[in-house]
């Protein structure tokens, strides 16, 4: 993944230039690019910026400008540099990862009726409790076990 097909927040993209997230929604309505609920593309969007909000300079002194220019470069540089080094996971691989632990639990919880039956039936109230308990515990263990971008 690289900076051109990064996905930020509202929230993300208006504390690197440095507004409130409700000037976000405005500019947005104004024509900046965004993606609806999926996000902001971060470089469309910041150039989108450039253009139409810090070329204006109506109030600012162009050295200001100019600074905030640098700041967000910065910013767009270490965050390649975090996702060159793996120490940033883009959001489609914890999106993934997400939707197969959904599936993994959801398959779980439909399936448990089918081995739970059989081993709980004639058993007292305290081996039910604790075959249902085992049951859960072994689901969530899978649910929960390192599989795709956390793994090490």
Do not use: C
């Not at 993209?13 to 500019?27: E, M, Q, W, Y």
């Not at 100019?66 to 390649?80: A, G, P, S, T, Y």
């Amino acid at each position: 993944m690289d900076l051109k097909t990064l996905i930020v927040t509202q929230q993300e993209f208006s504390d690197l230039v440095g507004v409130t997230t409700r000037t976000i929604r405005t500019k947005i309505y104004e024509g900046m690019p965004s993606l609806g609920r999926k996000g902001i593309p971060f470089v469309e969007a910041f150039n989108w910026w450039m253009r139409n909000i810090l070329g204006e300079g109506e109030g600012e002194s162009l050295t200001d400008l100019k600074i905030e220019k640098f700041k967000i470069e910065n910013e767009l540089k270490r965050l390649q540099l975090l996702l060159q080094k793996g120490e940033l996971i883009p959001r489609s691989e914890i999106l993934q990862l997400f939707l197969e632990r959904i599936a993994t639990v959801k398959s779980g919880l439909l399936s448990l009726h089918r081995t739970l039956v059989p081993a709980i039936s004639g058993k007292d109230e305290r081996e039910v409790s604790v075959i249902v308990k085992r049951a859960v515990i072994n689901l969530l263990n899978r649910y929960s076990s390192r599989s795709g971008v956390l793994k090490k």
